[in-house]
């Protein structure tokens, strides 16, 4: 059974940065792809980032030039850096794992990211 757990996050002042961490366990990491969602207060569950297994990236408009997802195979891991953050960028982050050429997904449990003056 595969599991994501999730560590990072927090609270930081606008134009702060901060870094997820997302470890993927129970499967092979590079038959997954993986990705970064997050979800605001009142609002659906937006993409934020995502990787292939074969390390092409992708990223919603509004994170573009200010996060970068990246993987670790050895580590089997996940990351998020995200630079220059505004309030915007406040809600729940949630890694995710889709196998290659699979419909199922696999979630982790959440990251609270604020960013507040």
């Known amino acids: 059974q595969v599991q994501l757990v999730q560590s990072g996050g927090g609270s930081v002042l606008p134009g702060g940065s901060l870094r997820l961490s997302c470890s993927l366990s129970?499967?092979?990491?590079?038959?997954?792809?993986m990705g970064w969602y997050r979800q605001a207060p009142g609002n659906e569950r937006e993409l934020v980032a995502t990787i292939t297994y074969n390390g092409i990236t992708n990223y919603g408009d509004s994170v573009k030039g200010r996060f970068t997802i990246s993987a670790d195979g050895a580590k089997s891991t996940v990351y998020l850096q995200m630079n220059s953050l505004i309030p915007d960028d406040t809600g729940i982050y949630f890694c995710?794992?889709?196998?290659?050429?699979?419909?199922?997904?696999?979630w982790g449990q959440g990251s609270q990211v604020t960013v507040s003056s």
């Open positions: 129970g499967g092979v990491f590079t038959n997954y792809n």
């Open positions: 995710n794992a889709g196998p290659r050429g699979g419909s199922k997904r696999y």
